[in-house]
Nanobody, 122 residues
């Protein structure tokens, strides 16, 4: 049983900034990769950014240079700092996390948050 709780979404003007947070709780042995995805109405869910347990990051071309993903392992939390926002960034943002089960098999589980709405409009 793993839960992801997101916060930080809201309304922001074009050119503004917003920071999303996602805290992982529940029963797990460890957290591996964590990431942020987004989905706009009528479009497929797309990868925004991801970060490994080693701190390596990967970004979608559309957000590279504007968004920064980071994680606080002590707090089991992943963040997404979003700068220079434009209306094209409007979407529901979802976080996810890969966790290892507390078992000898160390099975992997992918868990998603409920999503948080980000609206960029003047």
């Amino acid at each position: 049983q793993v839960q992801l709780v997101e916060s930080g979404g809201g309304l922001v003007q074009p050119g503004g900034s917003l920071r999303l947070s996602c805290a992982v709780s529940g029963s797990f042995f460890s957290i591996n990769a964590m990431g942020w995805y987004r989905q706009a109405p009528g479009k497929q869910r797309e990868l925004v950014a991801q970060i490994t347990s080693f701190g390596n990051t990967n970004y979608a071309d559309s957000v590279k240079g504007r968004f920064t993903i980071s994680r606080d392992n002590a707090k089991n939390t992943v963040y997404l700092q979003m700068n220079s926002l434009s209306p094209e960034d409007t979407a529901v943002y979802y976080c996810n996390a890969e966790t290892k089960d507390r078992s000898f098999s160390r099975a992997m589980t992918l868990t998603w948050g409920q999503g948080t709405q980000v609206t960029v409009s003047s």
